[in-house]
T-cell receptor, first 113, second 109 residues
Framework: EAGVVQSPRYKIIEKKQPVAFWCNPI?????LYWYRQNLGQGPELLIR????????DSQLPKDRFSAERLKGVDSTLKIQPAELGDSAVYLC???????????FGEGSWLTVV | RKEVEQDPGPFNVPEGATVAFNCTYS??????FFWYRQDCRKEPKLLMS???SGNEDGRFTAQLNRASQYISLLIRDSKLSDSATYLC??????????FGTGTRLQVFP
């Protein structure tokens, strides 16, 4: 069974440029998460979807970050414009339902210069 | 106080040693607890869930102490391949998982 798939794996952009990350969760998983992980820190939740509904986006910096999961399957996370402090690993994860085991993708490594 | 706290380490131990990590949590209503393992530049992966009565999986033992609000992970007979960061995960509001900053373990020959 395929795991959580993310792309791109690595991205280097200049500050003020836009960037987008894509995620395809494990088939059948209703809950999808976007986490951000800074060096030496644990993952921090940005947004959680139950099917196509964003049920927890309290930690998403809405002035520059946006996310969508239009058909309740794959999802995109966008940053526009990027700032130097956005450099981090953006991890997508999914679970069958909220509270169940979370499976992570390999992450998208963002460097903003 | 942070919701989930861990000693960042690193814990440097020789092969064959026994090592233990603790993790404290602030929400007394938390019900679900996990240990995730994260290798360098890789994604976190579930190591084991933590049950109220404690549980064991091979060389790994996880325990929960609700009164003192901490969970622990014990690794016996450490292997070089155990070198990784161990993330403590605690649920909040039943469906929101909070990750600790992780404890780094380095096993040397």
């Amino acid at each position: 069974e395929a795991g959580v798939v993310q792309s791109p794996r690595y991205k280097i952009i200049e500050k003020k440029q836009p960037v987008a990350f894509w995620c395809n969760p494990i088939s059948g998983h209703n809950t999808l998460y976007w986490y951000r992980q800074n060096l030496g820190q644990g993952p921090e939740l940005l947004i959680r979807y139950e099917n196509e509904e964003a049920v927890d986006d309290s930690q998403l910096p809405k002035d520059r970050f946006s996310a969508e999961r239009l058909k309740g399957v794959d999802s995109t996370l966008k940053i526009q414009p990027a700032e130097l402090g956005d450099s981090a690993v953006y991890l997508c994860a999914s679970s069958w339902t909220a509270g169940n085991t979370i499976y992570f993708g390999e992450g998208s490594w963002l460097t903003v210069v | 106080r942070k919701e989930v706290e861990q000693d960042p380490g690193p814990f440097n131990v020789p092969e064959g040693a026994t090592v233990a990590f603790n993790c404290t949590y602030s929400n007394s209503a938390s019900q679900s607890f996990f240990w995730y393992r994260q290798d360098c530049r890789k994604e976190p992966k579930l190591l084991m869930s933590v049950y109220s009565s404690g549980n064991e999986d091979g060389r790994f033992t996880a325990q929960l102490n609700r009164a003192s609000q901490y969970i622990s992970l014990l690794i016996r007979d450490s292997k070089l391949s155990d070198s990784a960061t161990y993330l403590c995960v605690v649920n909040k509001d039943t469906d929101k998982l909070i990750f600790g900053t992780g404890t780094r373990l380095q096993v040397f020959p």
